[in-house]
């Protein structure tokens, strides 16, 4: 059988002069730039090609990992939420790639909701939050951590967290919040900081709802007089002598 050679153009001049024979002369230095620079521009293509196999296995690794911590998950999500439910999701976590920590940190919030255990689901939920730090379910996840603390009767480490959020929030965004804020902030016995929060939500509401909420105002502020010493009756003035 006869062997084909792989020879170079520019061993080859008359194969060279065929081809430009066969080009304009517009085209003529783009022809030469290319075959005197035939071998950096294989070299370019293979190394591009080289980088598209490496990104595509790794998409194809990346996906693998989701789909089977999806499966992992499932599983457990169909199960009756058990105490050994959290362990199994907690060493899940730590398993799992740290972009997809956050997906089993939540999950793990809702086994310990359904389970009220409120102090396991904050802990859980304030691991979603750092994890999606500065992302607008980062935020959602320290709102469900203070909720969580509230629901623990940990008042004052739940307003530590709810405070800034509700400071930094849009108007449009922070009603809800400010009202989760007064609620926790009047069983904490802090007045001052409920009936404010009450105020925003009721400038912030239309109707009835406007309405209930100063309402929610006035009668915390109230309470906190009913609940503050009368003060001392003044002592009675010396008879004169």
């Known amino acids: ?19 430009e024979s066969e080009v304009t002369q517009e085209t003529r230095p783009l022809l030469q730039f290319i075959v005197n620079n035939a071998k950096l521009i294989i070299g370019v ?27 992992e998950l499932g ?15 907690e060493k899940l976590a730590k398993d799992a790639p740290a972009r997809l920590q956050a997906t089993v940190y939540a999950v793990e919030a809702q086994s310990a909701l359904a389970q009220q255990n409120y102090a396991k689901a904050a802990e859980a939920y304030g691991r979603v939050a750092r994890s999606l730090a500065d992302m607008p379910l980062g935020v959602l996840g320290s709102v469900n951590e203070a909720g969580s603390l509230f629901a623990a009767g940990k008042f004052d480490e739940g307003l530590k967290i709810l405070e800034p959020i509700a400071a930094k929030l849009p108007k449009e965004a922070s009603m809800q919040v400010r009202a989760m804020l007064g609620e926790a902030a009047a069983k904490a016995g802090k007045a001052d900081l409920a009936a404010s929060a009450f105020e925003q939500v009721a400038v912030q ?22 609940e503050e010493p009368a003060p001392a009756p003044a002592s009675p003035a010396p008879k004169a002598q």
């Not at 059988?1 to 081809?19: F, G």
């Not at 293509?45 to 296995?57: E, F, I, K, R, Y």
């Not at 599983?75 to 999701?89: F, G, N, S």
């Open 1 to 19: 059988m006869a062997q084909v050679q792989n020879t170079p153009l520019t061993a080859d001049p008359s194969l060279l002069r065929d081809i």
């Open 45 to 71: 293509v293979v190394g591009l090609l080289a980088a598209l196999a490496v990104a595509g296995a790794w998409r194809w690794h990346t996906q693998s990992q989701q789909e089977a911590l999806q499966g």
């Open 75 to 89: 599983q457990i999500m169909h199960q009756r939420p058990a105490p050994e439910q959290l362990d199994t999701l």
């Open 205 to 226: 509401s239309e109707g009835l709802m406007a309405d209930y909420y100063r309402a929610r105002a006035k009668e915390v502020r109230m309470l906190k007089q009913a």
